[in-house]
Nanobody, 112 residues
């Protein structure tokens, strides 16, 4: 069955960096369009970034453009989200997504 397992979250100071990972299994990862979402406390889940199966096409929410980078390693069946210049408003649970499938998320807290 499809499994998505996020990792790499934690507490980071404003201006800091984190890299999230999503280990995928149970499907053909290399041909799958993938997404990162996030949900901040009291807010709706929002789309953060997307990437095509080959990794050649990416999109970003305006709020993270220029600071976050989505990437993938198809040999390792792993999706990444490199987050730089983090802001307190980036605090959220971050989720890996493939169509109707979701991971359990990893919490990112940006605070001094």
């Amino acid at each position: 069955q499809v499994q998505l397992v996020e990792s790499g979250g934690g507490l980071v100071q404003p201006g800091g960096s984190l890299t999230l990972s999503c280990a995928a299994s149970g499907f053909t990862f290399s041909s799958s369009f993938m997404r990162w979402y996030r949900q901040a406390p009291g807010k709706e889940r929002e789309l953060v970034a997307t990437i095509t199966g080959t990794g050649g096409g990416t999109t970003y929410a305006d709020s993270v453009k220029g600071r976050f980078t989505i990437s993938r390693d198809n040999a390792k069946n792993t999706l990444y989200l490199q987050m730089n210049s983090l802001k307190p408003e980036d605090t959220a649970v971050y989720y890996c997504n493939k169509m109707a499938y979701w991971g359990k998320g990893t919490l990112v807290t940006v605070s001094s």
